[in-house]
């Protein structure tokens, strides 16, 4: 089946889509990517901090790193390095560091019910399919149910601090994973857009959520082909041709991992030598 489809699959059409791609649209999907990745650094440092003294500049870094990390690895491999970076460079204990991730998950799946019920009243998503409209509310319902148990307060010990409890508490962590999530709709949005691919708000958020919901369990490296499949699979309610939306999956994979490498290796790179001149100095005294 592999071998039929690559051989009947338009691929021509999909190198020349990319080929006239606008740059310039790649660069701000680039730029919204980084947006998203700074408010969910920013949203796991307002976690943490209420259990252990740790500084934004570090919260900030592990989550670049984190998502580099994971755009060449598989599973969770970035939680782990976030965690353990958080631990190394700010003395945070494991079991905050990887508590806070968990909380960090139920956070994020609050913002994406606030983003959800801000865009259903002024979008209309995939019209006339009942499929993608029970996807949907079994979507809603499943954060709904995360809202529910985070108000439960039945946390292990190690994380109960993490709760900012019942009420107004949560608000502005929930605000801010809605803002990494709307981001990152801006960033599928340009990143498809710049393909030339005759795309709506509907379209690109349902992009958003088949892609994310499609690489949970992060199969592939990066869920390179995993991300472009459910892309394709999205886009076709749209009747969006298979090459072209091929083609913008294939560019948000780009703005979404070559940026963040360059950053995180900056970041990587500067502090390995830090350490080797600091070496160098206890060495010659």
Known sequence: MAIRFGLAFPWSATVNALADADPLLLAA???????????????????????APVRLATAQSAT????????????GSGEAVRGQLLHDRDGVAYSAAFGSLLATRIVEGMGLVMLLALAFPVIRLVPG???WSVAWMVLGLALIACVLIVNSRRWHPSIAGLVPGRGLGW?????????????QWIAYHWSIEATHVAITPAVSLTALVAANLAGILRLTPGNVGVIQGSIVLGLEAFKIPAAQALAGGLALQAVQVLP????????????????LASQRAGTVS
Do not use: C, E
Not at 171 to 183: D, E, R, T, V, Y
């Open 29 to 51: 999907a680039g730029g919204a990517n980084i947006v998203s990745l700074l408010a969910k650094g920013t949203v796991w440092y307002l976690l943490v901090r209420r259990v």
């Open 64 to 75: 670049l790193v984190a998502a580099a990390v994971n755009s060449i690895t598989v599973a």
């Open 129 to 131: 399919t009942l499929g």
């Open 171 to 183: 608000i502005p962590l929930a605000g801010m994973a809605a803002l990494n999530w709307g981001a």
């Open 260 to 275: 963040v490498l360059a950053i995180a290796l900056a970041f990587v790179g500067a502090r390995g030598f830090r350490q």
